[in-house]
T-cell receptor
Framework: DTEVTQTPKHLVMGMTNKKSLKCEQH?????MYWYKQKAKKPPELMFV???????INESVPSRFSPECPNSSLLNLHLHALQPEDSALYLC??????????????FGPGTRLTVL | EDQVTQSPEALRLQEGESSSLNCSYT??????LFWYRQDPGKGPEFLFT???AGEEKEKERLKATLTKKESFLHITAPKPEDSATYLC????????????FGQGTTLQVKP
């Protein structure tokens, strides 16, 4: 099973709302990622978790708050977002990069619209 | 500075017309080069990993090759269903797991 699942598929929220994006994988991967993708641009890395610990934060604003409850789950908590945060949010996982195996498998994404 | 450049930005082919996409890179110590396919509004789909110069991988009509400076994705006798954006990414030498993506090549195959 090489599937990464994400919920919800679509999300519309106001600037004062609090919402969460969820990601799940059952491939036994120990690294999980959040990316943001704007139209006609490549994915832009936001956060990396390795063995359930945050290892990379690409200077993401604090209105985005990641959480890794266990090795299979990754959440992204959203609060007080701006319209420019509207994008496709992608979750990915990989076995581990230390052994050179960093094929990242992506989920289908959550299309976020901030009004 | 680590960099990945893909060309062309867009490519239109007739069905059956073979061609190649290019991904050139400058990184300090390549730990892997990855090709993905992305359909509009969907997440990237993993295609290939290449680790060392001279390595080749094939899948159906696609063949990826790697040299010390660039990678090619060869598409043989493409079909309309091959239409998508193809992304190249590299993992650089520092042990962070971070991928550096190119801007992508959008391929359109007309019947």
């Amino acid at each position: 099973d090489t599937e990464v699942t994400q919920t919800p598929k679509h999300l519309v929220m106001g600037m004062t709302n609090k919402k969460s994006l969820k990601c799940e994988q059952h491939m036994g991967h120990r690294a999980m990622y959040w990316y943001k993708q704007k139209a006609k641009k490549p994915p832009e890395l936001m956060f990396v978790y390795s063995y359930e610990k945050l290892s990379i934060n690409e200077s993401v604003p604090s209105r985005f708050s990641p959480e890794c409850p266990n090795s299979s789950l990754l959440n992204l908590h959203l609060h007080a977002l701006q319209p420019e945060d509207s994008a496709l949010y992608l979750c990915a996982s990989s076995q581990d990069w230390t052994g050179g195996k960093n094929e990242q498998f992506f989920g289908p994404g959550t299309r976020l619209t901030v009004l | 500075e680590d960099q990945v450049t893909q060309s062309p930005e867009a490519l239109r082919l007739q069905e059956g017309e073979s061609s190649s996409l290019n991904c050139s890179y400058t990184v300090s110590g390549l730990r892997g080069l990855f090709w993905y396919r992305q359909d509009p509004g969907k997440g990237p789909e993993f295609l290939f990993t290449l680790y060392s110069a001279g390595e080749e991988k094939e899948k159906e009509r696609l063949k990826a090759t790697l040299t010390k400076k660039e990678s090619f994705l060869h598409i043989t006798a493409p079909k309309p269903e091959d239409s998508a954006t193809y992304l190249c990414a590299v993992q650089e030498g520092s042990n962070t797991g971070k991928l550096i993506f190119g801007q992508g090549t959008t391929l359109q195959v007309k019947p």
